[in-house]
């Protein structure tokens, strides 16, 4: 495990690429990785320009993305019975049994190396990513056996239907309703969502709704298939992420089967809550790598670029600048790992109890870190990091992708003071006198 890897470019990847003794990686982390980064070389960075710019991603290329596991391997916690059951291989033949927290890490920040969050989004099903789990851990037996192995094989897609036109972080605040027919058979759900990550082309939603009255206890979660009448998906059209397929779903008189309910009425919020973890990890996950692109791309600009007879990097204020770039990914890097180490090792009730805090405040150290590198790295490269394409297209392509970072998953506003809550709630739980 002291092997270097990739490039070296510093602080382009984590430490124990460069042979950084670390506790955390064995053999198979490494076989992942190896596997991962050569996917993406091959068969992702060379068309995620075209991809991003028609804003869609291929079917066949999406069909390969499930035939090499990736599918599968983006669920967490990983079903992995189910996987063995169906012999999905995973990526770098790494056994279901094996998957861990590390393995999930390796996974989303090597393929995030294309540096186009739209086509990450758009081919390695992030409505997967944030809808699916709740129907692996609070579906129906029936609905599981239906969905599971339709969706680890790439058959089916899901996305998170959350966000409404009036209500984003505020989730309480959500007004789609859901009325349940008299005879008990079914649901007719009223209202709308938007920016919903692979709406358009997404087979089922897990739609937040209101069965109750109002606040967080009156909110239940149903599984809406999307091809049902009164269901109408329009893109949306954003500053960035073309590729993801952003949606604004209307949902007029659509008829739901009771059986699509998830766990009971009214504990709708909790089950929303129960994903906020993984997702605001993977979300940090994903920016720091979208920040270490910004920092390869600058310094090989630096390094290639002659100005007043001289390549940048011999101007100090260059290295302070790629130096500065390299301070935070390097800190962003090794919070994850400390809290990855500790998720991997906790229960549910553990994870949401310590965690829900440091992990809110990861998602805002990644994100206010991206700004800040993104916007040095554009310095960097001056026209270049401005113009679409070319040297500084993933720059360039960064600065309109990351605010959708920023602001998706809990703004900064909000996962800030929640995560000073959690702090004090979590110090006076274990004795602090505060």
């Not at 490039?7 to 190896?34: C, G, M, T």
């Not at 709308?192 to 967080?216: E, L, Q, S």
């Not at 890097?333 to 809110?360: K, M, N, P």
């Not at 679409?388 to 602001?407: H, K, N, P, W, Y």
Request: proline share 5%.
């Amino acid at each position: 495990m002291e092997k270097t890897f990739g490039d070296l470019v510093p602080f382009a990847d984590p430490p124990w690429y460069q042979a950084i003794k670390s506790p955390y990686y064995n053999e198979s982390h490494a076989r992942l990785r190896a596997a991962v980064r050569q996917y993406v070389e091959e068969e992702l960075r060379p068309h995620a320009e075209e991809w991003e710019v028609e804003g869609k991603i291929p079917g066949e290329a999406f069909k390969k993305h499930a035939e090499h596991g990736f599918v599968a391997a983006a669920i967490w916690p990983l079903p992995k019975e189910d996987v063995k059951k169906l012999g999905i291989k995973l990526p770098g033949g790494v056994h279901p049994d094996e998957w861990n927290a590390f393995h999930d890490f390796i996974c989303h920040d090597e393929l995030m190396r294309i540096g186009y969050l739209g086509v990450n989004w758009g081919i390695s099903t992030t409505g997967n990513v944030i809808g699916f789990p709740p129907i692996v851990e609070f579906g129906t037996p029936g609905l599981k056996s239906e969905l599971v192995p339709q969706v680890l094989r790439g058959e089916k897609r899901f996305c998170l239907g959350v966000t409404e036109p009036d209500a984003g972080s505020d989730v309480g605040g959500i007004t789609t309703t859901a009325e349940k027919a008299k005879d008990g058979s079914h649901y007719v759900v009223n209202g709308a969502k938007k920016w919903i990550t692979n709406g358009v082309f997404a087979d089922y939603m897990t739609t937040a709704v209101r069965t109750g009255g109002p606040g967080a206890s009156g909110i239940s979660v149903l599984v809406v298939p999307l091809d049902t009448p009164g269901v109408t998906c329009r893109k949306i059209h954003n500053s960035g992420v073309n590729a993801s397929g952003s949606t604004y779903v209307e949902l007029d008189n659509v008829k739901v089967p009771a059986s699509n309910l998830l766990g009971k009425e009214g504990e709708g919020f909790k089950i929303i809550m129960s994903n906020f973890n993984h997702e605001r990890l993977w979300l940090s996950y994903q920016a720091n790598r979208m920040s270490r692109c910004c920092v390869e791309d600058a310094l090989l600009h630096a390094m290639n670029r002659q100005a007043f007879g001289k390549a940048l990097i011999e101007q100090p204020v260059i290295r302070a600048k790629l130096s500065e770039m390299g301070r935070h990914v390097a800190a962003s890097h090794a919070l994850l790992e400390q809290l990855v180490y500790h998720f991997s090792r906790s229960t549910r009730a553990e994870s949401d109890a310590d965690l829900a805090g440091l992990i809110a405040l990861a998602k805002v150290q990644c994100t206010r870190s991206l700004e800040i590198v993104n916007r040095e790295a554009q310095q960097v490269l001056g026209g270049l990091g401005y113009q679409r394409g070319g040297r500084g297209g993933r720059i360039e392509q960064i600065s309109r992708d990351l605010r959708v970072m920023v602001v998706g998953g809990g703004s900064i506003e909000i996962v800030s003071d929640l995560a000073m809550k959690q702090g004090l709630n979590s110090a006076r739980r274990k004795g602090a006198k505060i």
